[in-house]
């Protein structure tokens, strides 16, 4: 995974931007992100939209703000993509979608 693949995520969000949006709206609720600059962003993410951030913004963050940390490309368990009404959830839990985790709880 790599912050560039993160980015074009982001930049394709098609009719998932609601879902995102919604996703940065919750890590600013929860005190999730750090620094003036990503905070910044993400507020400007959830009142304008990705399409009004510049590309060294959208960089900025990916990178800094939710790379690594609040992002979990695919699910540990079946490979597919962690949806973005799924993602804190993955990210600081199991890193899987929830359906797999629920199957693997039941597992247990």
Wanted: with cysteine; glycine share 6%.
């Amino acid at each position: 995974m790599s912050e560039h693949r993160l980015i074009q995520r982001i930049e394709l969000l098609g009719n998932e931007e609601e879902d995102f949006r919604e996703y940065v709206s919750e890590l600013l609720e929860f005190n999730k992100l750090d620094g003036d600059e990503v905070l910044g962003i993400a507020k400007q993410i959830v009142s304008k939209g990705v399409e009004s951030l510049s590309g060294k913004q959208l960089y900025v963050f990916a990178k800094h703000g939710i790379y690594d940390h609040l992002y979990v490309e695919e699910c540990k368990d079946c490979l597919l993509e962690i949806p973005w009404s799924e993602m804190l959830q993955a990210a600081e839990n199991y890193r899987n979608h929830l359906y797999c985790q629920h199957k693997n709880e039941k597992d247990e």
